[in-house]
């Protein structure tokens, strides 16, 4: 068997074992001497999957509904790439052709026919029925040994070389010296390990955790460590300035918020930690911060802040009749928010809890509910970040079948990838859609 008839994938984890499924999948259908092709996955921890199975705290959010380009860094080329994994799908997942409006996108279309059954929560998240992570990966490692592929755990590639004459092989350096052939390889793993296995001088961006916590000055997050708010986060960035009419159009009154702009607002679950904030809402704004940025904490989410003050009123007026008294400012706030976090906003507002809610204060409050302002210094704890920025420039690769432009026969996927996404299933979508595009890709170049 000549060494320019084996597949090798570099990583066991989501891209690789997708890879590894549809190239074997591929050659095992297609006529010839196709089933002479290896698919070979190189794993270097003892198993692979293990980054499946901690996704999602082992629920594993696989996917989304409604995977859009606009979620994606590099957006342009995400659409393109997409674009052409939904045109190779209808030709290599039956059941994409069949179904395409019950799996109106084709990464659902093959977990499906690989036997996955899934619910959807909020915002599109799609997670096993199992609520296991577990049963992803069954599927895929049953797929991968119905398709032959090879499992080579415990085997890590230190370096790949690229062949030195036309026709020739690829050379796998492993780390414990040996050294391996293939005629083509899929480079699978996370960007800093990636850097290190591709040949120099590919445009590569160094990778940086992101999709994590926020840190932020932290005199008050401190005092509510361990507090969660169903709320919305915004992000907001000094030294620009709002149109009207967009001030209009998200609620802000004319006057407000000058000199700066609202980057992106986030509405979720809000934790406050003792060196910043965390939650859903302040990882997907961790890929948007810039040195400067402020975070605006909305506990009222639902209500406008050009309606704030009348909101306020109201309550004031309800509470006083119900209580039989002058409303208090803890009156007002009590129900609302919880005891610290109203002792929080009073003093952001400089407001004593114990005196009454004067006429026409209510404005005082009104901009602190909507806005409890956190100067961002920078990530938090970035052990929970969930994906790394970075790595390979999507310029370099052709977005119709991941491979390498200057080096044919090299594939680059996933986090490997100058892409990431917000949370809610998309960068495992991502992972998917990539590794199915590029070992079609593969087994059609080793077939041709």
Request: with cysteine; hydrophobic share 45%.
């Amino acid at each position: 068997m000549g060494e320019a008839k084996t597949i090798a994938i570099i990583g066991g984890g989501a891209s690789g074992l997708a890879a590894a499924v549809a190239a074997g999948e591929a050659l095992r259908d297609s006529e010839g001497d196709a089933g002479a092709v290896r698919v070979v996955v190189y794993e270097a921890s003892d198993r692979v999957g293990r980054s499946i199975l901690a996704t999602g705290n082992g629920r594993c959010n696989f996917s989304n509904a409604r995977p859009d380009e606009g979620d994606y860094r590099n957006a342009a080329f995400v659409r393109r790439a997409l674009f052409e994994f939904e045109c190779q799908a209808a030709r290599h997942v039956p059941s994409q052709a069949k179904t395409s409006t019950a799996y109106p996108n084709g990464v659902l279309g093959f977990f499906s026919d690989h036997g996955l059954m899934w619910r959807e929560e909020g915002e599109g998240r799609l997670y096993p029925l199992a609520n296991k992570a577990a049963s992803v990966l069954d599927c895929l490692r049953a797929a991968c040994a119905a398709a032959g592929v090879e499992e080579r755990v415990e085997c890590e590639v230190a370096a790949v070389e690229p062949p030195r004459a036309e026709g020739a092989p690829f050379t796998l350096r492993l780390a414990d010296g040996r050294f391996e052939r293939a005629g083509v390889v899929i480079v699978a793993v996370g960007g800093t390990v990636a850097c290190e296995l591709l040949p120099k001088g590919l445009s590569f961006r160094e990778p940086e955790p992101t999709l994590g916590p926020l840190a932020t000055d932290p005199h008050m997050p401190r005092r509510l460590d361990n507090i969660r708010v169903r709320g919305a986060l915004e992000l907001w960035r000094p030294g620009e300035k709002m149109t009207p009419q967009e001030l209009n159009r998200h609620g802000f009154p004319m006057g407000t918020h000058e000199g700066e702009r609202l980057v992106s607002r986030e509405v979720g679950e809000v934790m406050f930690r003792k060196y910043g904030v965390s939650g859903i809402a302040a990882f997907n704004l961790s890929r948007l911060v810039e040195p400067g940025d402020v975070l605006a904490v909305d506990f009222v989410p639902w209500v406008r802040l050009c309606d704030m003050e009348a909101f306020l009123n109201r309550r004031r007026k309800l509470l006083r009749a119900s209580l039989g008294r002058d409303v208090m400012w803890n009156d007002m706030l009590r129900g609302m928010v919880l005891a610290p976090v109203a002792d929080v906003l009073l003093e952001a507002a400089a407001l004593d809890g114990a005196r009454p809610v004067a006429k026409g204060e209510t404005a005082v409050i009104a901009p602190v509910l909507k806005g409890l302002r956190l100067p961002v210094t920078g990530l938090g704890d970035v052990r929970q970040c969930q994906v790394h920025r970075g790595g390979v420039s999507v310029r370099a690769v052709d977005d119709r079948t991941c491979e390498v432009r200057r080096v044919p026969g090299l594939y680059v996927v996933g986090e490997a990838l100058d892409v990431d996404a917000a949370c809610g299933g998309f960068n495992l979508h991502w992972a998917w859609a990539s590794g199915l595009l590029a070992g079609w890709s593969a087994a059609e170049r080793l077939r041709a």
